[in-house]
């Protein structure tokens, strides 16, 4: 049996990451703190990035 729990991002670790460990809404909090979007169309990710700010 499987226990998903919801980690805080100060919790995660790049070994959570290799291992697939990490929501998508996670992931999408860590890219957002770095200035990071996902590129989406049609309902899947198309690719990562770097948001620019004035």
Known sequence: MTVIYERKLEEITFLN????????MQLNEIYNKFG?????????????KKERRN
């Open 17 to 24: 990451l290799q291992k697939g460990e990490v929501t998508l």
């Open 36 to 48: 990071f979007v996902f590129v989406g169309s049609a309902g899947k990710i198309k690719g990562i």
